[in-house]
Each structure stands twice: as C-alpha cells, then as structure tokens.
Nanobody
C-alpha cells in the first residue's frame, strides 16, 4: 500500500502561483511513477503532469505546459507541482497519483486502474 497526502491548495488570484505537494508513505516511493490530475466542477478528472521514477522524464498536458512544473524528491518521498500564472480555468481539485506504469500516470488507459490516489487539494483561482 501507498498512502498519498496532498497539500498546498488554496484561493488565489489570476496570475498568482501555488506549490502543491504530495507526501507518500508505505512502499518504496522510487518504484512508482507519479502524476497530478485535476477535476473541475461538472467535469471529468483530467491529466495534468507526470514524472518518471528517477525524475528524468516529465510530461505535461498542453493546457499547463510552460506554466506548471512537476518535480520529485525520492529521498523525502514527495512529488511537487509548481503552478505559475494561474488562470480561473485552473480551478479544480488536484489529485496526486502513483502507479508502476508511466502510461497510467500520464492518463493513458482507465483512471480506475491507477494504483493509488490521494484525497485531493482544492485550488481556486479568482479572476
């Protein structure tokens, strides 16, 4: 089992930044690919960003490319999402995900099959 706990969400204005963090506990963190997803009200959960096990490869949704940066610290069992130049359309609950497959945390395949999810952290961006 892997437990994931997100933090760092909040209410900000358009153009502001937030740093989201996901703390993992349980099995060996470095064995898992990590990703961030988000779900806006009335919409399906969507892929945001993913990172490989050693942090050497990252993938982003087109909507956040150039504004968001995913990183991980395997020594501290954490994965972070730096969100800059936030827009009202970034408003959503942000979820951390862990899986043994890189494809899974990039949103390929059914999200129901992702190994582990966090409980989410709310990000609200006002205009």
């Amino acid at each position: 089992q892997v437990q994931l706990v997100e933090s760092g969400g909040g209410l900000v204005q358009a153009g502001d930044s937030l740093r989201l963090s996901c703390a993992a506990s349980g099995r060996t963190f470095s064995n898992y690919y990590m990703g961030w997803f988000r779900q806006a009200p009335g919409k399906e959960r969507e892929f945001v960003a993913a990172i490989s096990r050693n942090g050497g490869s990252t993938t982003y949704a087109d909507s956040v490319k150039g504004r968001f940066t995913i990183s991980r610290d395997n020594a501290r069992n954490t994965v972070n999402l730096q969100t800059n130049s936030l827009k009202p359309e970034d408003t959503a609950v942000y979820y951390c995900a862990a899986d043994r497959s890189y494809g899974a945390v990039r949103g390929l395949g059914s999200q129901d099959k992702v190994d582990y999810w966090g409980q989410g952290t709310q990000v609200t961006v006002s205009s």
